[in-house]
């Protein structure tokens, strides 16, 4: 199975600054790395997701990057903004599951 | 359109009794999922389902856990004997066909074993 790790697991920043959140994946095979965001007592619900034929991709003020050979992906937040507060979690795919990390909670200060 | 449906929002039973969840998921969609989440943690995989057969359920932790997806739509999972432990977040997602698409989760079941 995959060996997932998400770092850091809290991040504070103020409002208008950037965000990133880092995932570390152990098998080589995976193919399909998703972020997902759940705010407090909410679903998590998929906000941006790469495939390993691309190096990044943006939407717009969100972006992930991946590095296939190093085996980790980005979460960038650009502009981060209050409404952005809630935990994050990669999910990278490996035959027939996605394993989650443990997640990031994002503070954003106003 | 509807999304993923779960109920009970909230169950709370004693220990020892039998529980079941239920998950309806998004129409046309024939993977089916359920993860369980406990605080301050990331959804953990239990079962996934394409079509009415589970294609993986490595995920159950003993055979007190049990799902069904009989028709190949609602799904529900079983739980006997509950424990303590057990006490969690039950989510269920569904996607369209499996693989790498992606999952639209349920607002979950929270389960409260006293």
């Known amino acids: 199975g995959e060996n997932v790790e998400q770092h850091p697991s809290t991040l504070s920043v103020q409002e208008g600054d950037s965000a990133v959140i880092k995932c570390t994946y152990s098998?080589?095979?995976?193919?399909?790395f998703p972020w997902y965001k759940q705010e407090l007592g909410k679903r998590p619900q998929l906000i941006i997701d790469?495939?390993?034929?691309?190096g990044e991709k943006k939407d717009q003020r969100i972006a992930v990057t991946l590095n296939k050979t190093a085996k980790h992906f980005s979460l960038h937040i650009t502009e981060t903004q209050p409404e952005d507060s809630a935990v994050y979690f990669c999910?990278?795919?490996?035959?027939?599951?996605?394993?989650f990390g443990s997640g990031t909670k994002l503070n954003v200060k106003p | 359109g509807a999304g993923v449906s779960q109920t009970p929002s909230n169950k709370v039973t004693e220990k020892g009794k039998y529980v079941e969840l239920r998950c309806d998921p998004i129409s046309g969609h024939t993977a089916l999922y359920w993860y369980r989440q406990s605080l301050g943690q990331g959804p953990e995989f239990l079962i996934y389902f394409q079509g009415t057969g589970a294609a993986d359920d490595s995920g159950l932790p003993n055979d007190r856990f049990f799902a069904v997806r009989p028709e190949g739509s609602v799904s529900t999972l079983k739980i006997q004997r509950t424990e303590r432990g057990d006490s969690a977040v039950y989510l269920c997602?569904?996607?369209?066909?499996?693989?790498?698409?992606?999952?639209?989760f349920g607002n979950g079941t929270r389960l409260t074993v006293t």
């Open positions: 790469i495939r390993s034929n691309v």
């Open positions: 997602a569904s996607s369209l066909k499996g693989g790498t698409s992606p999952l639209h």
């Open positions: 098998d080589s095979a995976s193919n399909y």
């Open positions: 999910a990278p795919w490996d035959f027939n599951k996605f394993y």
